[in-house]
């Protein structure tokens, strides 16, 4: 079963501007994570968010959670064409307790 | 450092035809080991999770299956490929409640 929802499914965006994607979920949390994968390739994992904290910065990401709202939003400032990737958000989910990715969220950066 | 080989790359396959899929990771002992599928322009699908040598869960019913005959070693197989298992297989070990990839391997069933 799905957990985590991105929106947007795509964002286009110009060098230099923010990019903002939201991960909406549908249980209660331990933590929530946040990935990147570029193109053809594996995922990489970027910041971890546990249900007891509201945002948490690593470089030029920000990540904000709500869980009240069961959402979470990922900030990257600045942006660069090479943050050009698709994004996920992940909990923990299913039968096992495994983690459970989102469709995520194909950003591009146009130089 | 922990570092995860998964090979190979590419592979196109005939339907009807065997599949063996490889991953081993080196720098880490006992780990926990997951195979996904993602079909193109979708999510990660969890196919297979692995606690340690022979114990193998299945998330969801397919015409593949899973072996780790080492502790460092786990393996996607099927002994006849369906035109829908073509997609990009990712294997996967965990540490510390994240996971870490290895680089794909795009499956075409043809």
């Known amino acids: 079963s799905q957990q985590g929802e991105e929106d947007p499914q795509a964002l286009s965006i110009q060098e230099g501007e923010n990019a903002t994607m939201n991960c909406s979920y549908k249980t209660s949390i331990n933590n929530l994570q946040w990935y990147r994968q570029n193109s053809g390739r594996g995922l990489v994992h970027l910041i971890l968010i546990r249900s007891n904290e509201r945002e948490k910065h690593s470089g030029r990401l920000r990540v904000t959670l709500d869980t009240s709202k069961k959402s979470s939003s990922l900030l990257i400032t600045a942006s660069r064409a090479a943050d050009t990737a698709s994004y996920f958000c992940?909990?923990?989910?299913?039968?096992?307790?495994?983690?459970?990715f989102g469709k995520g969220t194909k950003l591009s950066v146009k130089p | 450092s922990q570092t995860i080989h998964q090979w190979p790359a590419t592979l196109v396959q005939p339907v009807g035809s065997p599949l063996s899929l490889e991953c081993t990771v080196e720098?880490?002992?006992?780990?926990?080991l997951y195979w996904y599928r993602q079909a193109a322009g979708r999510g990660l699908q969890l196919l297979f999770y692995s606690v340690g040598i022979g114990q193998i869960s299945s998330e969801v019913p397919q015409n593949l299956s899973a072996s780790r005959p080492q502790d460092r070693q786990f393996i996607l197989s099927s002994k006849k490929l369906l035109l829908s298992d073509s997609g990009f297989y990712l294997c996967?070990?965990?540490?510390?409640?994240?996971?870490?990839f290895g680089s794909g391997t795009q499956l075409s069933v043809l």
């Open positions: 720098g880490t002992s006992n780990p926990n």
């Open positions: 996967a070990w965990s540490e510390r409640e994240k996971l870490f």
């Open positions: 992940a909990t923990v989910g299913g039968s096992q307790g495994n983690l459970i």
